[in-house]
């Protein structure tokens, strides 16, 4: 999508779900159908920046469009502006976040602060399930890496 798609002065609950998403996980796909029960609509938005060159979120996107494509409710975009600044564009007044652990608390809930001090965001924070809560992207990338199946814990 186009940031620009979404009218900012829509009345439709909208959260960005920010990430790097490298790769998309169960544990992420599982924050966006509970983000579902909670949201009109949710943007899954892949940030890209010096350690995630462009052409890599693109297919990151791509392949996000691809699991989503029966459910109109949910958008995929990429982005590398600042994230309120994102939502802004995208008329999102939500941020959809997951945490695992005591270390992801207190990196959301600094980010969720330093956010709402900036622009007045909302951020709605879920717990991950037990059952995807060992689930990170870098250990999922570390598998791959040595050859293993990754594919349990892909959606
Ligand atoms: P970032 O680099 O912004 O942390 P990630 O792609 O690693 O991006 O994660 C995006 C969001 O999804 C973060 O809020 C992260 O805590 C959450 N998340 C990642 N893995 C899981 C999981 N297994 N269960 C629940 N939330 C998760």
């Not at 494509?69 to 939500?94: H, K, M, N, W």
């Amino acid at each position: 999508m186009t940031a620009t798609s979404t009218s900012p002065s829509s009345d439709a609950r909208i959260a960005l779900f920010p990430g790097s998403f490298r790769p998309f996980t169960r544990g992420h796909a599982d924050i966006v159908e509970r983000g579902l029960a909670l949201f009109d609509r949710v943007i899954i938005a892949v940030g890209v920046n010096a350690a995630k060159p462009a052409a890599d979120g693109e297919a990151t996107a791509d392949a996000i469009r691809k699991l989503y494509a029966d459910e109109p409710r949910v958008e995929v975009a990429v982005y590398s502006c600042l994230t309120i600044d994102f939502a802004a564009q995208c008329g999102a007044r939500f941020l959809l976040r997951g945490v695992r652990s005591m270390k992801d608390f207190e990196y959301e809930r600094d980010m969720a602060d330093i956010n709402h001090q900036l622009s007045g965001i909302e951020s709605v924070i879920l717990f991950s399930r037990p059952e995807y809560a060992a689930v990170s992207s870098s250990v999922v990338r570390e598998l791959e890496s040595y050859g293993h199946d990754i594919t349990p814990f892909l959606p």
